[in-house]
């Protein structure tokens, strides 16, 4: 079965570093996303992202983050300058089309600490 | 209760047993989707249900959906002890929003 992917599966950075998150959606999906769990709490919505552009995003989704498409596979999240509370499971997915009715898959997470 | 509030908030049953968690829900939906987490891993889409739906089946999982109380429950039948997982729901909202709305689970542990 297809699936999400992601890279790396967990990142240690000092505060104020840059880190860039990866992902390869599922190769027909053409809606895409980022959603982080911090530990303990609830998976929050971050962006979402289609026809190389973010249709919507969350109040936490600040001019720290940035999201790419840089090629036909890959999407990645950029934290420009983490946070000791960036630090969270940040999890890519992606969907078929919009995805009221459509399922909406997940990646395994990439595990971010910021020390 | 929040936007997708799942209860109960834990649940510990034997092998064998049905598990069944509940999810509350404020604000109109066009569906609701329920997810597993193993600890520490990824989110595993279980079942989708459209608002125009009652009920769906897939495998040993049940979900039922009613609008008019803005709730869903999931029921595992026969359950195993690697059902042992935390389980979401999640609601996306009508009005254009593509976002999906978690709540904070139910952690279910499976006895052998």
């Known amino acids: 079965e297809p699936e999400v992917t992601q890279t790396p599966s967990h990142q240690v950075t000092q505060m104020g570093q840059e880190v860039i998150l990866r992902c390869v959606p599922i190769?027909?999906?053409?809606?895409f996303y980022w959603y982080r769990q911090i530990l303990g709490q609830k998976v929050e919505f971050l962006v979402s992202?289609?026809?190389?552009?973010?249709?919507?995003k969350s109040e936490i989704f600040d001019d720290q983050f940035s999201v790419e498409r840089p090629d036909g596979s890959n999407f990645t999240l950029k934290i420009r300058s983490t946070k000791l509370e960036d630090s969270a499971m940040y999890f890519c997915?992606?969907?078929?089309?919009?995805?009221?009715?459509?399922?909406?898959?997940f990646g395994e997470g990439s595990w971010l600490t910021v020390v | 209760s929040q936007q997708g509030e799942e209860d109960p908030q834990a649940l510990s049953i034997q092998e064998g047993e049905n598990a069944t968690m509940n999810c509350s829900y404020k604000?109109?939906?066009?569906?609701l989707q329920w997810y597993r987490q193993n600890s520490g891993r990824g989110l595993v889409h279980l079942i989708l249900?459209?608002?125009?739906?009652r009920e769906k089946h897939s495998g040993r999982l049940r979900v039922t959906l009613d609008t008019s109380k803005k709730s869903s429950s999931l029921l595992i039948t026969a359950s195993r002890a690697a059902d042992t997982a935390s389980y979401f729901c999640?609601?996306?909202?009508?009005?254009?929003?593509?976002?999906?709305?978690f709540g904070k689970g139910t952690k279910l542990t499976v006895n052998p």
């Open positions: 997915a992606s969907s078929r089309d919009r995805f009221d009715g459509n399922t909406i898959y």
């Open positions: 190769s027909n999906h053409l809606y």
């Open positions: 992202f289609y026809n190389n552009e973010i249709s919507e």
């Open positions: 604000t109109s939906i066009n569906n």
């Open positions: 249900i459209r608002s125009n739906e």
């Open positions: 999640a609601t996306g909202p009508r009005g254009g929003s593509e976002k999906l709305v």
